[in-house]
């Protein structure tokens, strides 16, 4: 059976502005046996919260998987699903907070899957310093579709490209806001990449986008193997005045920090980490593939006001990997962030020999006192072994205590 879209979906729904703090579908009823695929964006820049909440429920109390990602301090784009065995009446609602902008809510009923397994690849991806909302991606079966949703803190005018199909676009010119969800035009075929979203952007400005691969009755994907949490044990260089206590930023110690306080006007400070040990902890043998990196940044500021921005980004010794990713700016000792790194910011197995991560930190024109504080960046790397072999990395604090075992083959 082919996958579609069933006629009981309802209408998408959107709003212009910060009245309400969720918006709601219309009543519908889905078919049995159907996943639920919702799509969700919200714009918040300038409504002075960092991470604003964003969420999905339903009347029936449904369960939702989620895959979402925040561009901080401006954006969020959201993809949501839920299997229903047994069709009723319901209703579909985004939570956010009242300060919000623009929101949108695009709820599309899949038949044609099966009950369980019925999401393959995902990617997720935000940028403040790239142009671009249309992304490759690559889907692990033939026959399937992907949906999208994405975020654009803009008023410039966007469209679909030629391999998407639009569902909903939420154009809100007074809060400065595009918001959009869609799907691939056509079914998929297994392992060619695809350029999924909208063009028309010019401008490297927040944006982010979600895509996640519905896949069909029968078709089966293997998610990625994860390693252990891999920290840094050394500190490679550091830029700027002043930093202190910068071996605080190594290994996986927590509340333990190294700082950098500066008093220049646009002032930058950076930190280059090393020592992740991250090809033996992919068993030291090359994999089939690298699929992405999650990246996990604990860090905050004394001042937000007076920091411009902090980004992390991956190295393969001093050469970088990719473009620079966007922390949200917290004041809160206790934040840990962590995104998921896909495409071009995923290193090599060649660059993988010696991984390390940069955080940047830079100040506004000011010339008051801020002080940065970084207690460590971790790294969780997604790759599918070498056929016929198995690593089963175990739970760790320290690189240096990975153990690996390897699946004998016969």
Known sequence: MALAVDASSPVGVTQVGDTTTTIVTASFTPPNNSVLVAMGGIIYSGSGVASPPFGITDSVGGSWAEYKIQCPNATYAGVWTSYISSGAPMTVTLTTDASQKGKLLSVKVITGTSASGYTGITKLYQSATVVGLAQSFTPSNTGSLVLLASSYDTTGTINENAATLEYIQNVDATDGARIQSGQSLTTTTASTPVTLGWTGDTAAIQKAWVGVEILNAGATYTPPTPTSALYPTTVATTS?????????????????????????????????????????????????????????VKCFVGTVGRTASITVQLFSGATAVGSPTALAIETTPGTAQTFNLTGANVPTWAQMSDLQATVSFTRTAVTTANVFSLDYVGVVINYVPPAGLGVLPQPVTNINQVTLHRAATF
């Not at 190294?258 to 930190?271: C, E, M, P, R």
């Not at 280059?272 to 030291?284: D, E, H, P, V």
Request: aromatic fraction near 8%.
């Open 240 to 296: 700027g005045t002043t930093w202190a206590t910068t071996t605080n930023a190594t290994g996986s110690t927590v509340s333990n920090y190294a700082t950098f306080t500066n008093v220049t006007s646009g002032g930058v400070g950076t930190i280059r980490l090393s020592g992740y040990g991250a090809q033996a902890a992919m068993g030291g043998i090359q994999p089939t593939s690298i699929n992405s990196v999650d990246v996990t």
